[in-house]
C-alpha cells in the first residue's frame, strides 16, 4: 500500500478510488439507511464502546448493509454499558445493552437484518426528570 | 480509563455534547521533560465559574440521565498521578479549553493509546464538526482540518469504514513519529 503522507497523497488516492469505485445508491437515500448510535460518555467508553463502534463500521459494510454510525452522550443505561441505539427505517428505536462483538453479531444479524427481535433490549420506561 | 487516548475521547465528547461546531485539538510531546500536553478547545455552551468548580465533582454532572460525571475527575486524578495536570477554563456562551498533561515516563502513566484511530474516527463519525488537530514536537509539528480533509472524499459514495481507514493511515503516518520519538531539539 502506498504511503498517504500529505494533502496531494489523499487526493491522488481519491482521483484512482474515484476510476474504480461503482456507484452505489445509499447516499440518494438518507431516510432509507438504518442508524446505529453508539454511547460513548465516560461509562461507555471505559467499558469497551469504541471497539463496539468500530465493530460496526467495519463489519455493517461487509454485509451490505446500508448504515450510519454515529456516537451519542450517556443514554442512561450505564449500569448496562456498552449500549447501543438501532434505528431501522419506518421503526421506532430500539436500545440494546451489553452489547460486545458477539452481541454486535448478533444484532447486525437478527435485528438489522432480520427485523427479529433481539435478547438484552432495554425498554424504554425511564423517564427523564424535567 | 485504559489509555490517555480513551480521556481524550471522553474529553472531545464532553465538547460535542456542549454542541461544538469547531473542536481544537493540540497534541504536544516534550521530549525534554518527557510529557504529553493535550488541550482541547471547543465554541460550545461554555460554563459559568460556579459550574467550572462544580465540573470536577464526580457527584455533579450536567446529565438528567444519572446523577454522576466522572470523566474529568477521573482524568484530573490519572493526570495528577503521574506529576501532570488538569486545567479547565470556559466562558459561558462562548466555549470552554481544557488542558491536561501526562508525565510519560511516570510509573504510574498509562500507555498513550492510539490518538490517529481516535481523530480519525472522531473525524469520519461527526462530519458537521470542524475539527482542527496540530500536533508537535519541539520544531516540528503537522496539522489539519477535519472539514478539509472530509472535502477531499466528498463526491465519493465511500462507506464510513474506508473513509476511516485512508484518514487513520494519513493521520497516523504524520502523527506516530511525533508523538512517540524523542526527537532531538
Known sequence: MTKVKTLDDLIRLRDELRT??????????????????????????????????????????????????????????????????????????????????????????KYIKAGELVDGIIPQTFKKPS | MENIALHLLDIIQNSIEAQSSHIAVEIEK???????????????????????????????????????????????????????????????????TVSFCFHLAHIDCPPIGDLADIMSTLFVVNPEINFSLCVRNGVFSFSCESKQILGIFKDLPLSQKELRQYIFQFLSENMNWLIHQNVPQ
Do not use: W
Not at chain 1, 463502534?53 to 450510519?68: G, H, Q, S, T
Not at chain 1, 448496562?80 to 447486525?108: M, Q, R
Not at chain 2, 465559574?49 to 444519572?66: C, G, V
Open chain 2, 30 to 96: 516534550d521530549s525534554i521533560t518527557r510529557q504529553l500536553r493535550i488541550t482541547v478547545t471547543d465554541n460550545g455552551k461554555g460554563m459559568s465559574e460556579q459550574t467550572i468548580n462544580n465540573a470536577l465533582d464526580p457527584f455533579y454532572t450536567s446529565r438528567t440521565t444519572r446523577k454522576v460525571g466522572m470523566g474529568l475527575p477521573l482524568l484530573k486524578q490519572q493526570a495528577e498521578q503521574t506529576g501532570g495536570f488538569l486545567l479547565i477554563t470556559s466562558e459561558l456562551n462562548k466555549g470552554t
Open chain 1, 20 to 109: 474504480r469505485i461503482d456507484l452505489r445508491e445509499k447516499g440518494e437515500h438518507p431516510d432509507q439507511l438504518i442508524q446505529v448510535k453508539v454511547a460513548m460518555a465516560t461509562c461507555g467508553i471505559a467499558s469497551g464502546a469504541k471497539e463496539v463502534m468500530d465493530y460496526f463500521i467495519d463489519e455493517l459494510p461487509k454485509r451490505n448493509v446500508a448504515a450510519v454510525v454515529t456516537q451519542t452522550g450517556c443514554m442512561g443505561y450505564c449500569y448496562a454499558e456498552p449500549t447501543i441505539e438501532v434505528t431501522l427505517p419506518g421503526k421506532k428505536p430500539v436500545v440494546f445493552g451489553y452489547v460486545n462483538k458477539e452481541k454486535a453479531d448478533e444484532i447486525i444479524e
